[in-house]
């Protein structure tokens, strides 16, 4: 017997498009909202602009861009409570068991017959009346407090960007770490607010890269900040990333700021970001952390005039040793958030 459906929400992720239409005709004759997807990209823009954007999730593995277990790791980080269920080919067991211990709610092997589908989304349901239950008496219980609600960004996110970056693992950490070096380094330095707000960004400026390819470098500023839109970001955060692939000489985009008009953040934020990068590609090419972060100083260094202008360039002369150390021991402290994940 199938349970009661009536107002619950299905996310059905296939990119076979015979294959989800006919899922998803079955699944709305059974009373399910049905929302349907070809990737894994259009899913994540959803959930960040939606705070219910499904109840179940049902995805294929093989998807283009992010992989079905990608983005299982992903709703799992936006929605920890909402199950995932995967369907994969006959003979992929092990990666149906890798999904598992990633936190899928169960996977299909295909082909499967529709009640196997059914009886699947049943068991996931249940799951999910339970964490209802347990969330309203938890509720009930708080009815006096006031409750605020911190703003944060999945680290599963972060860390995937991170990851399609040039900078790879622990990009965004050691970026937030330098950026507020050179801050501080700055004729005005930033408040409380303002270090906050660098800091987010840092963290976060490669989010746009989780929506598919990015075939111009100059448009991810613009592409994170509409993304960051979607998770209800600080103004401040946004302006920060919008802006950090202008350039001081007018040369960037994405509407081509010159000089004081770019928030001083942007410029910190966008140098901080070339010298991981390049810090990062000097270390994979077999040079020593030390020698790695100096060469890539001496490649900011001469952009930094057209590029940054004349504050955040001395910043960089002011602040070399420091920057070095600095980038030293966040790589280190991020290699170790990695080898221990």
């Known amino acids: 017997m199938t349970k009661e459906v009536s107002g619950r929400r299905v996310i059905v992720v296939e990119d076979d498009e015979s294959l989800r239409r006919m899922l998803a005709r079955h699944l709305r004759k059974r009373g399910f909202t049905v929302i349907e997807a070809g990737d894994a990209e259009s899913v994540l823009l959803r959930a960040s602009r939606e705070r219910r954007p499904f109840d179940v999730a049902v995805a294929d593995v093989h998807l283009p861009g992010l992989s079905g277990v990608e983005l299982l790791r992903l709703l799992l980080a936006h929605s920890p409570l909402k199950p995932v269920l995967l369907i994969t080919g006959d003979g992929e067991e092990a990666l149906a068991r890798k999904a598992l211990q990633a936190g899928a709610a169960g996977y299909l092997l295909k082909p499967f017959e529709l009640f196997e589908l059914d009886a699947a989304l049943d068991q996931a349901l249940s799951r999910v009346e339970l964490l209802e239950t347990a969330e309203a008496l938890a509720r009930s219980g708080r009815a006096a407090q006031t409750e605020t609600v911190a703003y944060n960004l999945p680290v599963e996110w972060l860390e995937l960007a991170d990851q399609r970056s ?78 950090f692939r202008e350039r001081w000489d007018g040369s960037g985009q994405p509407v081509g700021l010159s000089g004081a008009e770019i928030p001083p953040a942007s410029l910190v934020l966008a140098a901080a970001d070339m010298l991981d990068q390049n810090a990062a590609k000097h270390l994979a090419n077999g040079e020593e952390p030390g020698a790695a972060v100096s060469i890539a100083l001496e490649e900011v260094r001469k952009s930094a005039p057209d590029a940054f202008g004349p504050d955040v360039t001395a910043a960089l002369d002011s602040a070399e040793d420091v920057v070095t150390a600095i980038w030293i021991l966040a790589r280190g402290q991020s290699m170790e958030v990695k080898d221990s994940g």
């Not at 900078?167 to 607010?193: E, F, M, Q």
């Not at 960051?228 to 990333?241: A, F, G, H, Q």
């Open 166 to 243: 040039d900078g790879g693992t622990g990009h965004g950490y050691r970026v937030a770490r330098l950026a507020g070096t050179l801050a501080s380094n700055l004729p005005i330095v930033p408040d409380a607010h303002g270090q906050e707000a660098l800091e987010t960004a840092a963290r976060a400026h490669e989010l746009g890269r989780l929506l598919g390819p990015v075939a111009d470098e100059n448009t991810l500023g613009a592409r994170t900040a509409e993304f960051l839109r979607n998770l209800d970001t600080p103004p401040s955060v946004m302006r920060i990333v919008n802006n």
